[in-house]
């Protein structure tokens, strides 16, 4: 045992100033990639063990660690210790979220030469399903395929009127697609062609007091009318839970955003499937390099218990009817799934229809 999670939170700091960086070799031409701070560290290695457990797999994994030196690499994977640019601080991120997110937006262009696809995953997914097929899919000159936001599955007015101005202020319809991007699969030669940073400052100038999802709202932005659509297949997201979509869809990997994690907060077993939080609490209790049990910046909550209960509050609100509003949109968008065979497509749409 490296650390154990009950230590200080200085003893976890110098654990990750003791490990150097390494140096990325390529195997495959394409790479899975994930991209952590101290905050969700932890979850990231062992999301990236995970992937590069897959038998046969046509790909590398490389775990970006921002802002310190990276730990032991994962089992079958790199680790390698990154610095975002200090003007990003400037950046707004939601409390429950890092800025390690920004390392895709520079992946390409700054640490991955040579690769030619990159699949992207936040450090809050579970894969249950092999990732090698995702890598030949046909990209028809788009820049990255990524699935829909669940978002769209809340009803809360306010927060709807506000999300549509915000996305007319951008540049963006608010009837088009909004992609999510905790999971992102890039070509890499068409996103360096594109150079979509030299944008970014300007577009936080231009959108940062209407929202605090700079970088998602950015990738959206800048990938407009390039994106490649997938199912939830391949980012099931929180929103999707326990509306009995699980069997149809199958899901490879499972996202599990927004403020509830399954692995900390005992608010996810009242709102969803108790066996996620299972899970979670199987691997954790056998970790040897972190401890058993969480680290702990993985124990810490983002905000306070009444952000939580109102959150809680809200979802069961907005319970009522959100399996029928989730069909309906996911029967319409699902003849734009690229991941998908026509047969896969026709079963999916009668599997809905049943639903």
């Known amino acids: 045992m490296i650390l154990s999670s009950r230590g200080t939170g200085s003893r ?3 654990f990750l100033h003791r ?13 899975v990639i994930f991209a952590a701070d101290e905050r969700y560290l932890q979850l990231a290695w062992h999301a990236a063990a995970e992937v590069a457990a897959e038998p046969g797999r046509n790909f590398d994994v490389v775990l970006l660690v921002v802002g310190t030196a990276p730990p032991p690499a994962p089992p079958g994977c790199q680790a390698l210790g990154v610095t975002l640019p200090r003007w990003l601080k400037r950046f707004p991120v939601p409390p429950h979220m890092s800025m390690a997110n920004y390392a895709r937006l520079f992946a390409a262009e700054h640490w991955l030469a040579g690769w030619e696809r990159a699949l992207y ?25 990524m699935a829909q936001d669940c978002g769209y ?9 506000q999300r549509e101005a ?60 390039g994106v490649l659509e997938l199912s939830p297949r391949w980012n099931f997201q929180t929103h999707y839970l326990g509306l009995g979509l699980e069997a149809a869809f199958q899901p490879g990997i499972w996202h599990y955003l927004d403020i ?24 954790l209790a056998a ?39 989730v069909t309906a949109q996911l029967l319409a968008t699902l003849p734009r799934y690229a991941d998908l065979a026509p047969a896969e497509k026709a079963g999916l749409a009668q599997a809905l229809g049943a639903a």
Not at 155 to 161: E, I, Q
Not at 264 to 282: K, N
């Open 287 to 325: 970790d040897r390099l972190f401890g058993p049990g969480l680290a702990p910046p993985m124990r810490q909550r983002a905000h306070p218990d009444a952000v939580f209960a109102a959150h809680v509050a809200n979802i069961r609100r907005e319970r009522p009817g959100m399996k029928e509003r």
């Open 260 to 283: 509830l994690k399954p692995w900390r907060d005992p608010e996810w077993a009242e709102l969803y499937d108790g066996a996620h939080a299972a899970c979670f609490a199987t691997r």
């Open 121 to 145: 995953l936040d450090s809050d997914v579970r894969v249950t399903a092999p990732l090698s097929p995702l890598f030949g899919l046909e990209f028809g000159g788009a820049l990255a395929a």
């Open 153 to 161: 599955c809340r009803r809360d007015a306010a927060a709807g009127a």
């Open 19 to 31: 490990a150097g960086s390494a140096r990325l070799r390529q195997t495959f031409p394409n790479v």
């Open 166 to 225: 915000m996305l007319r202020a951008i540049g963006l319809d608010p009837q088009a697609p909004y992609f999510n991007s905790g999971v992102m699969l890039i070509d890499l030669p068409a996103w360096r062609r594109a150079k979509p940073l030299r944008h970014l400052s300007g577009f936080k100038k231009a959108q940062s007091k209407l929202s605090g999802s700079v970088d998602q709202d950015f990738v959206n932005w800048v990938t407009k009318g």
């Open 12 to 14: 976890w700091l110098s």
